[in-house]
């Protein structure tokens, strides 16, 4: 079975400040992990991925994300936000031992609100 | 740039009808998905789709839902006798072939279904 939890619904940051949005997850075997943002009224839109390799990644748009396997933990994070960058955000997990098709499991989602 | 296009945009439907949403997935893409939201909630996995049969679905694609690639391009997701708890947003997604579970997922934009 795979979970992940993104344990704040939103995140309040002023333009300019760093922020980070938090995600842990759980899998059986090694995890593949993903972050996509939503704006209003659309579907989902991919942001970064960690598959393997450098615990560091960079996506679209300046995000970044870093893997901590002791931690089981994905956060999102961006050194100076920007109020375009207000959102939803979801984090996302695969079983890389899995076999199939690739199912994602997504978490709850966290709003990013970004005020000038 | 390719994307995945979904029809309609909104489908209103009155309970106990049938309902296909129809999605074009991107065209060199070998994965296929539906996922549903409904408002305010999670993104929920419903059914995966590869070499022409569901390779791994939810416990909530039961028996009134069904998948279809019928020809090419479409690939549609049918409610047989649809449910007011069935009022979500669906999205549909693909991604690329290779090792499955490494590729994001491209979503359209969604289609509502609102049930009467």
């Known amino acids: 079975a795979q979970s992940v939890a993104q344990p704040e619904d939103q995140v309040n940051v002023a333009e300019g400040n760093p922020l980070t949005v938090k995600c842990t997850y759980s899998?059986?075997?090694?995890?593949?992990l993903f972050w996509y943002v939503q704006y209003p009224n659309r579907g989902l839109q991919f942001l970064l991925k960690y598959i393997t390799g450098d615990n560091l990644v960079k996506g679209s748009y300046g995000f970044e994300a870093e893997f901590n396997k002791s931690q089981t933990s994905f956060h999102l994070k961006k050194p100076s936000a920007l109020v375009s960058d207000s959102a939803l955000y979801f984090c996302a997990v695969r079983d890389g031992g899995d076999t199939n098709a690739g199912k994602s499991t997504f978490g709850d989602g966290t709003t990013l609100t970004v005020k000038p | 740039e390719p994307e995945v296009t979904q029809t309609p945009s909104h489908q209103v439907t009155q309970m106990g009808q049938e309902v296909i949403l129809r999605c074009v997935p991107i065209s060199n893409h070998l994965y296929f998905y539906w996922y549903r939201q409904i408002l305010g909630q999670k993104v929920e996995f419903l059914v995966s789709?590869?070499?022409?049969?569901?390779?791994?679905k939810s416990e909530i694609f039961d028996d009134q839902f069904s998948v279809e690639r019928p020809d090419g391009s479409n690939f549609t997701l049918k409610i047989r006798s649809t449910k007011l708890e069935d009022s979500a947003m669906y999205f549909c997604?693909?991604?690329?072939?290779?090792?499955?579970?490494?590729?994001?997922?491209?979503f359209g934009p969604g289609t509502r279904l609102t049930v009467l």
């Open positions: 899998v059986s075997g090694n995890p593949y």
């Open positions: 789709f590869y070499n022409n049969e569901i390779s791994e």
């Open positions: 997604a693909s991604s690329e072939g290779g090792l499955a579970g490494i590729n994001e997922q491209f």
